[in-house]
């Protein structure tokens, strides 16, 4: 036992682990970590950009694609796809065994789509067919043309990791398309208990923009303290809006709540604690989706114990602080989320790149 299960049977907070790599799906590594308290995985363009063109683990799949006439896009599908199948089946158990509460992997519709909301649903619904696993996530960022994507993926079974939320507005609005898609589904006489969501809540990116803004107002009293307690507020409106009789109605015929989810857990600044943004975090109906280099430093020295709702009115307190000292949270948080599109719209682009180079050179060594 390790202090990644102890989070999930003494505090019920999962650990995800936030990477993906051919080899380390079939040398074991994925199982090692499901050993040692692993309960899901979320991947990325980023990560997926990383895996593929930074290794030669899927030469011989490529070289196959290639052979078969392939496009630049269906090569990345065909890989990224039987990467998330075979990992789906590693953690199968864990869905099983939660009842569907965990045992998720999650792939991402194309960063191109992020201001699509028809391109989205239709890559959504595509891919979760493609897939083929009821423990498959499809990643939907929270843009204002994702959300009423969201709502129509719920309000037809597939399930959704909500990406690319920074404020308090984008929980809401998030938590909304949720529940609103849940009552389609049911208005339709379809099963909630049969659907799950994460809201995916991004934590050390909010700090490092926030700490330059902070930096720049000289008062620097705030530093290090926003991101946590962002997220701490996220969770008190968790809890107030999965309340109540609106949810409540829902509940009764099964609906399973939207967790929260903290991503970017790993620590920027090397002033701060590596696992500031797992000791500070843990609370129950949580996920924390962790780098590998996080998930070994808080199995290592992490300290287990529910901080998630202390010390909620200084939280409060230091967002609002915020304005006091010139600092826009709400222009922030905006432009983090814009930025976060064109992060994972450059890797996707990089990667797609990196297939077509390698497929050439290898259509050019069959010639």
């Given at each position: ?85 075979m990992a789906a089946d590693i953690l199968r158990p864990i869905y ?230 010139g600092v826009d949270y709400d222009a922030i948080t905006q432009n ?32």
């Open positions: 036992m390790t202090k990644l299960h102890d989070l999930y049977t003494q505090q019920g907070q999962s650990v995800w682990i936030d990477y993906i790599r051919r080899q380390f799906i079939v040398d074991g590594g994925l199982q090692a970590a499901v050993d040692e308290g692993v309960r899901g995985v979320t991947s990325n363009p980023a990560i997926f950009d990383k895996a593929i063109a930074g290794s030669d683990d899927y030469d011989s799949q490529l070289a196959e694609l290639v052979a078969q006439g392939k496009s630049v896009e269906e090569i990345y599908e065909a890989m990224a796809i039987e990467d998330i199948q099983d065994e939660s009842d569907g509460v965990d045992g998720y992997i999650s792939l991402e519709v194309a960063p191109t789509l992020a201001n699509d909301t028809d391109g989205t649903i239709a890559e959504g619904r595509r891919l979760y067919a493609e897939v083929n696993r009821p423990n498959l996530m499809i990643k939907v960022p929270a843009t204002d043309a994702g959300l009423p994507a969201i709502r129509t993926l719920i309000s037809e079974g597939i399930n959704v990791n909500v990406t690319l939320m920074f404020s308090l507005q984008d929980y809401d609005n998030v938590a909304e398309a949720y529940i609103a898609g849940l009552e389609d589904l049911v208005a339709n006489d379809g099963d909630p208990s049969k659907v799950a969501s994460v809201a995916s809540f991004f934590v050390s990116r909010v700090e490092s923009d926030m700490d330059s803004a902070i930096e720049a107002s000289g008062n620097t009293d705030l530093l290090g303290k926003v991101a946590v307690a962002n997220t701490k507020l996220a969770y008190k409106r968790f809890q107030e809006t999965f309340s109540g009789e609106r949810w409540q109605a829902l509940a009764d015929k099964g609906a399973r709540v939207q967790r929260p989810l903290w991503a970017s857990t790993s620590t920027k600044n090397d002033a701060y604690s590596d696992v500031k943004y797992v000791d500070e975090l843990i609370g129950s109906d949580t996920v924390n989706t962790m780098p590998p280099e996080t998930k070994e430093a808080f199995k290592d020295h992490g300290t287990v114990a529910r901080t998630i709702d202390t010390d909620v009115d200084d939280a409060q307190a230091t967002i609002d602080a915020l304005a006091d000292i983090l989320q814009d930025v976060g599109v064109e992060k994972f719209e450059k890797p996707f682009a990089n990667l797609l790149n990196s297939i077509r180079t390698k497929a050439e050179n290898m259509a050019g060594e069959a010639s």
